[in-house]
């Protein structure tokens, strides 16, 4: 199985990284088990949920930039 991943550069006030964030996979879509407007709506939640984690590292290195500019 192909591993999903969000990738975004950001730059803030001089500094650039570029995060990355697995997006965690289902199971390939099994119309025996489940069904399929489910499966879509799972899957875009573990995106959102992707892209929640990748906020959070952002706004943890601009913290990071913010105290080191302070000293």
Known sequence: MNKKEISREVNYKGFSKIFTVEIEQLPPFNEKTMDKAKYKETEEALILIAEGKL?????????????????
């Open 55 to 71: 906020e959070n590292q952002k706004f943890e290195w601009i913290f990071a930039i913010e105290q080191d500019l302070q000293k």
